[in-house]
């Protein structure tokens, strides 16, 4: 699998991300505290979803921030881990992440997501439309911050 | 009693309703026409009623186009007290296809326990006799992980064919009880 998704420039051009405007696919994923977590539960508020793996280096200085983001902001932020369940709980312990770590180990939800760049972050209005991505690097916290801030007003 | 129209035909009207709506003429009466307004209020309140109806029929006429009666089979999954189980998936398999695997959030147990049911399956399958297998995984009794499969022989006919799957307590045993039934 770690030939299939790429950290940044090996990926292949034909996969993309859902685009802007989408509606991001739903699906349900086992955290790594045994709560099953389903997408479409958080409709009625903006989400950040959010790809990533051991493997892929820049995603633990993402996964970080975003955990912060969603601890001091309160907004819901989905990890979406594509390693095993026993790697996924083991990072999420030592990083010790608060929000949700979902662990997608048979890649499936990646797959539906296409996602052929780590990390990879979306953030998602209340109705589930995917308003901004970023694929490839960390997301760029001062431009979601405010887009998040609207979106929550909205 | 007047025939329905075609859901198509339906669409069509609806989709002229909603352009004349949209036009600055329709959604904008002259200063001060209360009465004007009441009118395209009760308009878009007609149209907004009548999306949800057309809605459902698209959806029945769907359902008839892809699940045609004759070779319709549905799996439902229902749950009465299920206090000796805490379900966490249901897997199910038809003539040993796996065709549907679903992972239950805390919210759609508890839509169970109140007595919901979940259409987990709807498929096609031709007249003869097929295999439905479901394996449930969960918590049971002393939460302890728990995974049971339950078979059903079925003998699909020209008529659509309805399974349901049950999940019950049986307090004799304090243990739960997977039931399956077949509703013509």
Redesign the interface.
């Known amino acids: 699998m770690a030939a299939a998704i790429a950290v940044a420039a090996g990926a292949p051009a034909f996969a993309a991300p859902p685009a802007l405007d989408s509606v991001a696919p739903d699906f349900?994923?086992?955290a790594v505290d045994g709560?099953?977590?389903?997408l479409s539960?958080y409709r009625g508020e903006p989400v950040v979803l959010h790809f990533w793996a051991s493997w892929c280096g820049p995603c633990r200085e993402s996964v970080a921030a975003l955990d912060a983001l969603g601890l001091s902001s309160g907004t819901a932020v989905l990890g979406v881990s594509l390693d095993g369940a026993d790697r996924s709980a083991a990072i999420a312990d030592s990083m010790h992440l608060r929000t949700p770590t979902l662990v997608d180990a048979q890649q499936s939800v990646a797959r539906a997501y296409d996602v052929a760049k780590l990390p990879l972050t979306l953030l998602l209005d209340a109705e589930g439309h995917v308003r901004a991505s970023w694929s490839g690097a960390p997301a760029d916290l001062s431009a979601l911050t405010p887009q998040l801030e609207r979106l929550r007003q909205d | 009693m007047k025939p329905k129209p075609h859901p198509l035909l339906r669409v069509a009207r609806l989709l002229t309703v909603l352009a004349l709506l949209a036009s600055p003429i329709a959604a904008m009466p002259s200063e001060g026409d209360a009465t004007g307004l009441k009118t395209v209020d009760q308009d878009v309140q007609t149209l907004k009623k009548q999306l949800i109806d057309l809605n459902r029929d698209l959806f029945k006429l769907e359902e008839e186009l892809l699940y045609p009666a004759s070779t319709q089979v549905a799996v439902f999954l229902s749950m009465n007290v299920g206090t000796f189980f805490a379900l966490d998936s249901v897997t199910l398999k038809v003539d040993d296809k796996e065709v549907a695997n679903y992972l239950y959030t805390e919210r759609e147990v508890q839509a169970l326990h109140r007595g919901g049911v979940q259409k987990l399956y709807l498929g096609n399958l031709k007249a003869g006799s097929h295999e439905i297998v479901a394996f449930f995984t969960g918590k049971g009794p002393h939460d302890r992980d728990y995974r049971r499969g339950t078979t059903l022989k079925v003998d699909k006919t020209v008529g659509a064919k309805y399974v349901e799957l049950r999940i019950t307590d049986r307090e004799a045993s304090l243990q739960p009880e997977f039931v399956v039934r077949q509703w013509e």
Do not use: I
């Not at chain 1, 709560?35 to 389903?38: E, G």
């Open positions: 349900a994923l086992k709560r099953n977590v389903r539960e």
